[in-house]
């Protein structure tokens, strides 16, 4: 399950893995547990959690190959700083949104799309099939819907930068999707384009602009146009942040 459609739907996996993953990944994230934290031995999480030492063995392992933790014999397990966390991991990412959206968080974040989405829309401007440009600019139509919900217009968005992603043909962009993920969970959690007609006809043109470009075979306008659509995103939800720490300021005249 992906952090847009968690964020949609408020359903988390539950398997016993990844109850003892997300309850130890997010306590870290969130820095309930701090820094420099040597975790519990073995019978204590096992117990903590009503699992097997296998279950947890392969939970800490995961948290491992996050960054998240780090085990060393005669020491024990402990808590990395968040400059080893994998920040491209979907988890991390879901664990950092929960904790909490602030302006630092969302910057970053349209920092590293501004950095991979324009160059994958080049190289798709370059690469596409023509039934890649077909099915873009069909994807690209579902926008022009003013009865979207929240819930749809996002899913629809997501559908069009992966496709985007995929068609650029480089494979580490396919991969970096969680980040474009990440962003529109926040998008639908502060401010969706759903909330008015003119927003979904803004954002409907502006994705056109993207797929024309891609269609045409002009990386220049492709860049463009992706940098139009994250920096409108970015501006929109920064918006929605300073509203929400300064509400009476915000609506006052």
């Not at 829309?121 to 099939?129: D, E, P, S, V």
Request: with cysteine; hydrophobic share 45%; proline share 4%.
């Amino acid at each position: 399950m992906g952090l847009l459609e968690s964020a949609i739907t408020g359903k988390k996996r539950n398997s016993s893995h990844a109850h003892v993953v997300a309850e130890l990944g997010s306590s870290i994230v969130s820095g309930y547990i701090k820094v420099g934290t040597i975790l519990p031995g073995d019978n204590e999480l096992t117990q903590r959690f009503n699992v097997s030492r296998t279950v947890l063995r392969e939970a800490m392992k995961t948290l491992a190959a996050k960054g998240l933790i780090e085990p060393k014999a005669k020491v024990g397990t402990r808590v990395l700083p968040s400059d080893k966390w994998n920040f491209f991991d979907p988890d991390v990412l879901g664990w950092r949104f929960d904790a909490g959206i602030d302006q630092t968080f969302t910057d970053y974040l349209a920092e590293i799309r501004l950095a991979l989405e324009p160059a994958a829309a080049a190289a798709a401007a370059l690469r596409a099939t023509s039934d890649d440009i077909v099915a873009l600019y069909a994807i690209a139509a579902k926008f022009d819907n003013l009865s979207h919900t929240p819930e749809s217009i996002a899913k629809v968005d997501l559908d069009f930068h992966i496709a985007i992603a995929r068609m650029s043909g480089n494979p580490f962009m396919r991969s970096a999707t969680a980040l474009i993920e990440a962003a529109l969970a926040i998008s639908f959690r502060l401010s969706s384009p759903a909330e008015s007609p003119e927003m979904i006809d803004v954002i409907a043109d502006n994705h056109l602009r993207i797929a024309h470009a891609i269609a045409s075979r002009d990386p220049e306008k492709a860049v463009a146009a992706m940098r139009h659509v994250i920096d409108v995103g970015r501006s929109r939800i920064a918006k929605c942040l300073t509203e929400e720490q300064n509400p009476i300021s915000s609506t006052s005249g």
